[in-house]
């Protein structure tokens, strides 16, 4: 063996809040105890020198912690359980983030103090499980990384609501047989500490040595297909090259014994691996760039899963053929990753290395939607179906789209999910779930498909195409426009699949160009062209359909022997490609941006350190520090291609209108017919050449008609369909008010104020005036009740004219009484004001003479009601309110009561009186004829002035209603106040909310009802001991029961019926 300078660095991004226990064992658990508002990660320093704001602390999560600690403590002082053994813990804060979630995993899978997953030094740091934290989504994390290694990970279990009580049984039944107490109240606790226990159980049984030796395990779950090459400085890149069917990973066996599938490759991705080659062989041969440097790669594959992305980002960082992230070893020194072609790969490749902060080179394709509702527009296709991959891409792309095509004039007639790919037993349930949701795609019209997807999507939809005979659904003869991740690349396995659907289809791809050299480059390319190519067996087998083993016997006899002779230019071009494709070219211009960030770097740093060699300098430099200087990168490439970075980062890339031709052989023909240019003016952005592009064939080499729009007669107007978007129109009535007088409107036009459409709304007729006349029914029945009420009024006054001299009638004040009885007469005539045609005369009375009679009417109960207040008030010995018990007083009551409201009508006719108006919009075909009150403000006083007075007559006749008297007026005078306020309250919402001769009729009502309601309530009980039972009509009856009338007859020395 031999010994190189090999060192282990400091944690780059180091966990402050922690709590760490030695032992034999080790448990881990991530606890959500601490958080931080501000989210300040920079790559502009070292990740130590971040200054982060001020922790934020969740108190009662920190008993999650105490549970560990407690339960730990127990089982060490327990010498029935792991006798001999000390067990130890490892806690780590989450900060609620994904990315110190996966960080503090990682730590979990270091040696103490160092971050390097997987280096297992002394016996003080053996990892057996984890527990997660108790947010699903911090366990989840926590799972993806933990999984690699196959280490048990205890969850929280879900509560629904709450726990049973059988549940409830087995916990108690667990506490005590280890005999711990535990608070009932603290489940989640009390859970924590029974995994712990059980985790100690499991310990003890399987820990039966300990070793001290420090040594670097190997790779528990090694990536097969993988390209390394040593330099001074290494470029990562991760791709989607090959990938499984099926998902077989078993916790029941070591994870290198794990028998996988045949893998399946995608050859066209291989482009990508040699685009990386390429650029790092042009620089290492090119003495202007990185002098005395070697430029080397590590490319490996992600299998399309998330799992295997993130262990393929932790190898980046680890020492080739050891899985010990952040183990700097010799030749490891990662510079720079660049992204897949697969945004989703990207994305969690960012996690990990957001860590670092190594720069990712991952190209912004967003700029190209614009492109896309310009080449709709620029075709007048506004009615078009859209897919979408089913995923958070997916989406976030509908969310981005959608409202741009609507604020375009563009809308879609359905959206269709694309199942994301996935091992094949899930996609199949998926097609399964969704087959319904695919038939509109062969059922529905529109011409044009606007497809949003990631290459494995392309797959999945070559798939469903495939099988869609067999569910006799038609052939599909649409245009196909897809964004630029699409690059039609297909398996092995779907090469005699028949693409012509796709036929004339429309994509944005990345623009690109053929470097010099490339072509001859792939074109010397063969099994054994260089070592350590670990995609080139199943690219080269899978491409020409061919196997590179040697037969042995009769086995594989039957399958064609590669002579590696074979051409790459004789491949289908559904299979691989010979000119560079958009994502190999953005690879390759990434190389090339990282050497000269590395250049530059080397430039700036050279004067102050001359003494050093070029070597050192750039090995020295960090990866954090190469994104500063990307930003200022400005070059041209060997395609004359101009490469350089914006304001914020992103790779500056236009993009080719690319028109695809489908041919019967498998061979497919790219046809730029236009250029994207993000940076032009806005509307100039797209060219195209309409004659270069080649259509589907169902079209007839004519231009495809994507639009929902039909004729229209008179009457009619283009109208989206019901239930579709806005853009596909109908044949639809003009709505009401509006005619349409030509044929095929857009939009139908409005009749004049004096006129509305006809029954056809072909044109405009004159409207009829409308009021509440005497002539109709409603003014016949409202006057017929004016008259029955008015009548009934006068019919009661009759009758205590009539009984004047009786004592009920002597006891109730007789003139207050006749006052209240006239103006409830005037108060139901006065709804006459409000029938028929109104009038300057009429408008100027009807509000006013409305609000100052009722104003009497309330005034004079008001009268009644302190009257009887007063009259036992005075009864007290030596009280001063004897003075104003007495006529005097009911009729100033009466007075100044109805002379406020008179001043507030006068002030109303003074200065904003009401006038006649028409009113030409709130009903159809009408002009109705009504009173403008002039202002709303005066009028709401009039109505508030009167709800005063009823309030009032109201609270006191309330108090007063249990005073002792064998006729207590109070009593019927709370009731009829009651019903007064219940009207007019009812009245005002019923008053707004309708219109025309109905906001009449509506006043006219309530006027009658609280008129009405005044006279039964007060003066019917009355009436009825009149006329009905006269006996009790007597001075002697009262007397005995009329406790009122005896006091004020002994202390006022009058009596209280005069």
């Not at 730990?72 to 001999?84: F, Q």
């Not at 067999?470 to 991740?485: A, F, Q, R």
């Not at 016949?780 to 006054?797: G, K, R």
């Not at 100044?896 to 200065?911: D, F, K, N, R, Y």
Request: a neutral charge; hydrophobic letters at 40%; proline letters at 5%.
């Amino acid at each position: 063996m031999h010994s190189t300078n090999c060192s282990i660095y400091d944690d780059p991004l180091p966990i402050p809040h922690k709590f760490y226990q030695p032992g034999d064992i080790v448990i881990g658990q991530i606890v959500s105890q601490v958080f931080f508002l501000y989210n300040i990660l920079s790559f502009t320093k070292q990740p130590t020198q971040i200054m982060i704001d001020e922790p934020i602390s969740v108190p009662k999560n920190y008993q999650h912690i105490l549970a560990l600690a407690f339960a730990v403590k127990e089982i060490n002082e327990n010498p029935k359980i792991l006798s001999n053994i000390s067990l130890g813990f490892h806690i780590l804060n989450s900060y609620y983030t994904t990315r110190m979630t996966y960080k503090a995993t990682l730590n979990f899978l270091s040696t103490q103090h160092r971050f390097v997953p997987n280096f297992k030094c002394d016996n003080k740091n053996n990892l057996v499980a984890l527990i997660g934290g108790c947010v699903s989504e911090i366990s989840a994390n926590l799972a993806i990384i933990s999984a690699i290694h196959k280490m048990p990970q205890q969850q929280y279990p879900p509560f629904k609501g709450s726990y049973s009580k059988t549940d409830n049984n087995h916990i108690n039944a667990a506490v005590r047989n280890m005999g711990i107490q535990f608070l009932r109240e603290k489940i989640v606790s009390r859970i924590m500490l029974l995994v712990v226990l059980l985790l100690a159980l499991l310990c003890h049984t399987v820990c039966k040595t300990h070793s001290i030796n420090c040594s670097i395990s190997d790779d528990p779950l090694p990536i097969p297909h993988n390209f390394y090459q040593l330099g001074d400085i290494v470029i990562g890149q991760i791709v989607s090259q090959v990938f499984f069917f099926y998902n077989i990973l078993s916790f029941k066996e070591q994870p290198t014994q794990i028998m996988i599938d045949e893998p399946v490759s995608v050859p066209k991705n291989y482009q990508h691996i040699m685009a990386l080659v390429f650029a790092v062989k042009e620089i290492n041969e090119n003495p202007s760039i990185l002098p005395n440097i070697s430029l080397g790669f590590c490319i490996l594959n992600s299998y399309y899963t998330a799992r295997m992305t993130y262990k393929a980002t932790l190898n980046l960082f680890s020492t080739q053929h050891r899985f010990v992230p952040n183990f700097k070893c010799d030749k490891n020194n990662l510079i720079a990753l660049i992204g897949g072609c697969i945004s989703e790969i990207s994305a969690n490749m960012a996690i990990i290395s957001t860590i670092h902060k190594t720069p990712q080179m991952v190209p912004n394709e967003a700029k190209q939607y614009t492109g896309i509702v310009r080449l709709l527009q620029h075709f007048s296709w506004t009615w078009i179906g859209l897919l979408a991959v089913d995923d958070d891409k997916g989406d976030q792309f509908l969310q981005t789209m959608v409202p741009m095509l609507s604020k375009n004039g563009i809308c879609y007639a359905y959206i269709v999910k694309i199942p994301k790919w996935n091992f094949v037993d899930e996609m199949i349930d998926y097609a399964l779930q969704r087959s319904v949701s695919y038939g509109i795609v062969f059922e529905r019209n529109p011409s044009v498909f606007f497809v949003y997807g990631e290459p494995p999507s392309f797959q999945v939809l070559r798939l469903l195409l495939f099988v869609a005979p067999l569910m006799e659904y038609p052939p599909l003869g649409k245009v196909w426009i897809v964004t630029s991740h699409w690059d039609f690349a297909s398996t092995s396995v779907q090469k005699i699949w028949d693409m012509q659907t796709f036929h004339g289809a429309i994509s944005f791809t990345v623009h690109s160009n053929l470097p010099l050299g490339f072509h001859e480059f792939i074109n010397k390319l063969h099994p054994s062209w260089t070592n350590g190519d670990g995609f080139i067996q199943d690219f080269w087998e899978q491409a020409f359909s061919c196997s590179l083993k040697v037969s042995k016997g009769q086995e594989e006899e039957e399958e064609k022997t590669c002579t590696a002779e074979e051409k790459l230019e004789n491949i289908p071009g559904i299979l691989f490609e010979m000119s560079m494709t958009g994502h190999s070219y953005n690879v390759y211009n990434a190389v090339y941006a990282v050497a000269h960030a590395l250049q530059a770097i080397y430039k700036s740093s050279s004067s102050h350190r001359r003494l050093e060699s070029d070597r050192v300098t750039l090995q020295s430099a960090q990866p954090w520090q190469v994104h500063h200087f990307l930003r200022n990168i400005l070059f041209n490439n060997s395609a004359r291609d101009t490469v350089h970075f914006d304001d914020n980062g992103e790779l500056v890339v236009g993009f080719d209108v690319t028109n695809w031709l489908m041919f019967l052989n498998g061979s497919v023909v790219r046809v730029k017919v236009g250029r994207l240019d993000p940076r032009a003016a806005p509307g100039k952005e797209l060219t195209i050449n309409d004659d270069q592009i080649v259509w589907h064939p169902s079209f007839n080499q004519v231009l495809p008609l994507s639009v929902c729009n039909d004729n229209c007669y008179p009457g009619y107007s283009r109208k989206k369909k019901e239930g579709e978007k806005f853009c596909c129109y109908d044949c639809a009535p003009c709505p009401e008010g509006m005619i349409s007088p030509r044929k095929d409107m857009d939009v139908c036009v409005k009749c004049q104020e004096e006129q509305y459409p006809n029954k056809d709304q072909t044109q405009c007729i004159p409207k009829v005036l409308s009021y509440l006349s005497f002539k109709e029914d409603l003014g016949i029945i409202l006057a017929i009740l004016t008259i029955s009420f008015s009548l009934i009024t006068v019919l009661v006054l009759r009758i205590f004219l009539k009984h004047k001299d009786t004592p009920i009638v002597k006891a109730n004040n007789w003139t207050l009484t006749y006052i209240l009885l006239i103006s409830l007469l005037f108060c139901f005539l006065c709804s006459f004001l409000f029938i028929g045609q109104p009038g300057k005369v009429t408008c100027l009375h009807r509000q006013t003479a409305f609000g100052i009679i009722f104003s009497v009417a309330l005034s004079s109960v008001l009268a009644k009601t302190i009257t009887v207040v007063l009259a036992f008030i005075a009864t007290k010995p030596g009280s001063r309110i004897r003075k104003w018990v007495g006529k005097g007083l009911a009729n100033s009551i009466v007075l100044s009561c109805s002379l406020i409201q008179a001043g507030i009508c006068t002030l109303w006719l003074s200065t904003f009186p009401p006038f006649p108006d028409m009113d030409m919009h709130s009903v159809n075909g009408e002009i109705i004829l009504e009173c403008n009150e002039g202002s709303s403000a005066m009028f709401y006083c009039v109505l508030g002035y009167m709800g005063f007075l009823a309030i009032v007559s109201f609270i006191l006749a309330f108090l007063a209603r249990r005073l002792p008297d064998s006729f207590n007026e109070a009593k019927f005078i709370t009731f009829s106040m009651l019903v007064f306020c219940s009207v007019w309250l009812t009245f005002i919402p019923t008053y707004l909310s309708t219109k025309g001769k109905s906001t009449v009729a509506v006043e006219i009502f309530s006027i009658l009802t609280s008129s009405a309601g005044l006279l039964g309530c007060i003066f019917f009980p009355k009436c009825y001991i009149i006329v009905l039972k006269p006996k009790l009509n007597n001075r002697e009856q009262l007397k005995e029961e009329n406790i009122s009338c005896k006091i004020q007859e002994k202390n006022l020395q009058k009596s209280c019926y005069t």
